[in-house]
């Protein structure tokens, strides 16, 4: 089998079959797709304890989401459905990992400090505002917040919405998703209006 001889609803009716070829074929087939993005993503990423091989990974199993769950009843081509999913998935490892490396630098303390420099760590220990129990309250409040917001922002928005949580400027936005600043800005725009009528009613 050769993926020039089969379109992606050939592939997938065959990947349906359990057919191991048809299902390596269709890998192969995105594997430019899913390389280019990640290399691009890579690149606004550096520093942040990812490999270009762990985005490349997550591509993948995006591409895998996207044949596992691909409805043909929706009108909506196999190839605009596999690219959201694998943007998605390299996208959200990307920002996760960003946010992880923020944190980490954000709340870290040194093992070892001066006699004069206790008190601080002491003063740390006992506010409330660093309370463990406290810290995961606000993240599932923060995640069920945004989760909600997603729900309601296109496949784009959405892609823009992480991307800015995750503290990319509006240029590293547009050079991620190859579009113009002001798609970027425009975005951003009915973001806020949805985000605030999801806050009105939480």
Known sequence: MNYHDYNDFELLSYIAENNEEANEIIFQKYEPLISSFASKMYRYCKNSGLELNDLIQEGRLGLNLAINNYNYTKNTKFYTYAKMCIERNIITLAVQSKRLKHRCLNESI?????????????????DKRHNPEQQVLDYEIEKEMTDKIKNVLTDFEAKVFELKLASFTYREIAGILDKDLKSIDNAMQRIRIKAREQLKTA
């Open 110 to 126: 040194p093992l070892e400090v001066p006699e004069a420099e206790k008190y601080k760590i002491n003063s740390f220990v006992a």
